[in-house]
């Protein structure tokens, strides 16, 4: 059986990392900003809400610009180094 396991290749799943953390965590990350900003108005430091927004709403662009630039880097190193045919 050992022979078995190290015969088969090992690869992990990233799509269904992905996928798991965006349909799964990334909400609940988001509702507890979203619940931290609301009682951060309440107590009237509408300010730091608008912040501290500003501030998630980057991180967020900044997170999709880097996938973006993978899916992207990963097209070119393939049209660049493929096996001419």
């Given at each position: ?11 992990i799943?990233t799509q ?10 990334a909400?609940i ?15 009237g430091e509408?300010?730091r809400v608008l912040?501290?927004?500003?501030i998630?709403?980057?991180g ?17 190193v ?8």
């Open positions: 059986m050992a022979e078995q396991v190290q015969a088969q290749d090992a690869e799943n269904g990392i992905i996928s798991f953390f965006l349909s799964r965590i909400p990350l988001l509702a507890i900003l979203g619940l931290i900003f609301i009682a951060r108005a309440n107590k509408v300010s912040t501290s927004s500003t998630a709403i980057l967020i662009a900044f997170i999709a610009g880097a996938v973006v630039l993978v899916a992207v880097g990963g097209g070119l393939d049209v660049l180094f493929s096996e001419g045919e």
